[in-house]
């Protein structure tokens, strides 16, 4: 009971300061609060973000000693001869857009393009921790690093400098930032640009926050989510490393179908239908 209600009174305490009680469609955007707080302020996303990138160093050894091992399902053949890379997703695994966020919160906005293009365009995001410099470790081994990244083409510009405004290693020498629409074929499914790396280099690992990062998934349902992470359950942790981002992701639209002609309040009803309010899970699954 105690989180129900205690979220009950947030959610009126929310209302009086924003200046919204009463208003059943002035919470747009105030959905992520929590989420965006966890981010800006709880030790435990430090931790986790710490931890995940930790994990990837030490398996990055790993898989540069076993010339066999590769992180990409779209690698095809002998990998072992070719150079080593990595696959760092850039939105919430490397660059922490949480202030993007609290701004949509603020404005009481959904996502919309032109706030986030101007965000992009300032080139202002910090690194999430532990990415700089698990990035720059790769870098030091001699392993490149390629950023899939679903900012636009026209964005690619303004993310190479907010990269390389900390330090962020982009090899001079190839295309390692990949953006969506760069070149043909390469829409919001990342499977075809990881393809591209994988052509060219043994891929140890890949990192990100979505479950696109790693696996072709645009529009599949919960359960095709559910059942492709437990068919690859030993890539987790291993040569697949998940950043934890609660604001946003393929997980949210897969709630609701993916069906975009839905008010907000739809969506909201939508989502309120998951929730889950017993352990049916474990009745389904006799042991
Ligand atoms: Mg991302």
Not at 55 to 71: C, E, I, N
Not at 80 to 96: F, G, H, K
Not at 108 to 135: I, T
Not at 237 to 261: C, H, K, Q
């Amino acid at each position: 009971m105690r989180p129900v209600v205690r979220s009950a009174w947030m959610a009126g305490r929310l209302a009086l300061l924003f200046g919204l009680a009463g208003c059943a469609s002035g919470n747009v955007g105030l959905e992520g609060l929590d989420a965006t707080l966890w981010t800006q302020h709880s030790a435990e996303y430090r931790a986790s973000a710490e931890q995940a990138f930790r994990t990837a160093r030490q398996m990055l050894d790993v898989g540069l000693a076993d010339p066999a091992w590769s992180a990409a399902v779209e690698q095809a053949g002998d990998p072992s001869t070719l150079p080593p890379a990595v696959i760092l997703d850039v939105d919430e695994t490397v660059l922490d857009n949480s202030p993007f966020q609290a701004r949509l919160i603020r404005e009481e906005r959904e996502f919309n393009p032109e706030m986030w293009g101007r965000w992009v365009e300032e080139a202002q995001a910090l690194p999430v921790p532990g990415a700089l410099e698990f990035a720059r470790y790769a870098a030091d081994r001699g392993v490149r690093v390629f950023y899939v990244t679903n900012r636009d083409a026209e964005h690619e510009e303004a993310t190479a400098r907010n990269l390389s405004r900390f330090g962020f290693p982009l090899d001079s020498a190839a295309d390692v930032l990949l953006t969506r629409g760069e070149r043909e074929g390469w829409g919001s499914n990342k499977s075809t640009r990881r393809a591209w790396v994988a052509e060219r280099h043994r891929v140890v690992l890949l990192a990100g926050d979505d479950l696109n990062d790693f696996l072709p998934v645009s529009r599949s349902s919960l359960e095709q989510r559910d059942s492709l992470e437990a068919e690859y359950a030993s890539y987790w942790g291993v040569r697949w490393i998940m950043l934890p981002n609660p604001a946003y992701g393929s997980w949210e639209a897969a709630l609701y179908g993916f069906d975009s002609t839905l008010t907000a309040e739809q969506r909201r009803a939508r989502k309120g239908e998951r929730l889950k309010t017993d352990g049916e899970r474990l009745e389904e699954e006799p042991r």
